[in-house]
């Protein structure tokens, strides 16, 4: 430009009315995913339209006045905010999710461990059964006199555990053979656990 020549700046005429719409656009980007990548890029080119339209109204050489370079250094500096800002939400999205899949897995093992000591305990449940009934049987196969030792060892309610489930008539040659007040402890605890049982209601007639 010539000495003495006065520069005259062309503010253009569609690119502030841009600018100030994009200003407002960015200031009310709330979105994510897919949606958000959009409207980032729509800002993000307007942006770009809107700086070749100021940059291409002058072709004097004159220099950008400072209130427009000003709008548009501001509307680029907040895009760039809005941009980080949205990089880091994609992030914590990104690790809750991972968090929850973690805390997914660990609920599952514990679900896993919490039925396999269920399957063990009822296996354990069921061997100690069968080993009562295998006693049991033993103790009816044995002479009365024999067995009556054994029980005259053990306490009234651990022997009285066994006599009843002892078939009748083995239960009862058992306590014909033992003390009079073992036999009678054995006894009162059959009878105290028997009374406690549901009783058949006699028939209307």
Do not use: H
């Not at 291409?56 to 400072?66: K, Q």
């Not at 991972?98 to 449940?125: F, G």
């Amino acid at each position: 430009m010539s000495p003495g020549k006065r520069c005259t700046y062309r503010r253009p005429a569609r690119a502030l009315p841009l600018l100030a719409t994009l200003f407002a656009a960015s200031g009310l980007l709330r979105l994510s995913g897919e949606t958000g990548e959009r409207v980032t890029g729509w800002i993000g080119a307007g942006y770009a339209y809107a700086a070749a339209e100021v940059a291409g109204t002058d072709d004097s050489g004159c220099e950008m006045p400072p209130d427009v370079a000003a709008v548009l250094s501001a509307l680029k500096e907040r895009d760039s905010r809005l941009q980080e800002r949205e990089a880091e939400m994609d992030a914590r999205e990104t690790a809750l999710a991972e968090a929850e899949d973690e805390i997914r897995a660990q609920l599952d093992q514990l679900v896993a461990a919490e039925e396999a000591l269920s399957e063990t305990l009822a296996q354990a449940d069921t061997a100690a059964e069968a080993d009562i009934t295998r006693l049991v049987a033993v103790y009816e196969n044995m002479k009365p006199a024999d067995a009556a030792v054994l029980f005259e060892e053990m306490s009234p309610s651990f022997a009285a555990g066994f006599i009843g489930r002892m078939r009748p008539e083995s239960a009862a040659a058992l306590l014909a053979d033992l003390e009079p007040q073992t036999a009678y402890s054995i006894s009162a605890i059959l009878a105290g656990r028997n009374a406690n049982a549901p009783k058949d209601e006699p028939a209307e007639r």
